[in-house]
Each structure stands twice: as structure tokens, then as C-alpha cells.
């Protein structure tokens, strides 16, 4: 298994569109065996999808992530566990060992107005 975290200064980044970093876990029989950290070299929002599976990722643990970003995840048969905040190494753990609080109805919806970005989300890890 390969397990993707949004990461930014070792806390899981709270807008999946906008990561410039993941941290990217393997674990075989419920253990972590090696940690790495990968940029996504500019790629964002729709590309992210296609970079995890090109990673051999199969779950993913984030903030907040918008629909379109859901459904490209979902396509890519990678699963997903949003609405997280805190340190990613503790979200890895709590996700292992069955006792992760998530939030499967994250949403973030994004408007353009006068020139402005207003951005919300809706979870546990609500981004700004």
C-alpha cells in the first residue's frame, strides 16, 4: 500500500489543489517501511490525480479538496480520506491503525469575486 498526505513544513496542507508536496508512505503488513517526501513539480488541481497514480499511490489523506479533484481521485482508483489536520506522520499512524478522524463529505468550493479568491471548505480540516 501507498499512502499519499498533503505536507507543507510536516503538517498535512490543507488545500489539495494547491500542494507543491506530498509525503508518500509504503507500508506492507500495517507497518510504514519507507517515507519520502516528492514535489509535484507545479502540477495541480486535475494533473495531481494523474501524479499520485503515476506514483503507485493508492489512498489518499488531506485538508480539504474540491469535487472535481474527488471524482479524478475516485477515476484513478485512489481512495480518499479528507477533512484532516495536523502532523502527517500522526495522520499515517491514526489512519493504520484504524482510528483516523476524517470527514468523507469534505468539499471546497472556490469563487472569483472582484478579482479576489474566496475559498472555502467544509471539514474537519477546513483551509482558508
Do not use: W
Not at 28 to 39: A, H, L, N, T
Not at 63 to 84: D, V, W
Amino acid at each position: 500500500m501507498k499512502i499519499a498526505v498533503t505536507y507543507e513544513n510536516g503538517e498535512i496542507f490543507q488545500h489539495f489543489g494547491h500542494t507543491e508536496q506530498f509525503k508518500i508512505y509504503e507500508v506492507e503488513k500495517g507497518r510504514i517501511q519507507k517515507e519520502e517526501i516528492v514535489s509535484t513539480n507545479g502540477n495541480g488541481h486535475g494533473a495531481l490525480s494523474g501524479f499520485l497514480a503515476a506514483q503507485g499511490v493508492d489512498t489518499l489523506l488531506c485538508g480539504g479538496i474540491g469535487g472535481g479533484a474527488r471524482e479524478a481521485l475516485n477515476a484513478a482508483g485512489i481512495r480518499l480520506y479528507g477533512g484532516i489536520a495536523g502532523a502527517a506522520d500522526d495522520a499515517v499512524k491514526a489512519f493504520l491503525a484504524g482510528t483516523l478522524d476524517y470527514n468523507p463529505d469534505v468539499q471546497c468550493s472556490h469563487h472569483a469575486h472582484g478579482g479576489e479568491e474566496k475559498h472555502r471548505c467544509f471539514g474537519n480540516g477546513g483551509c482558508h
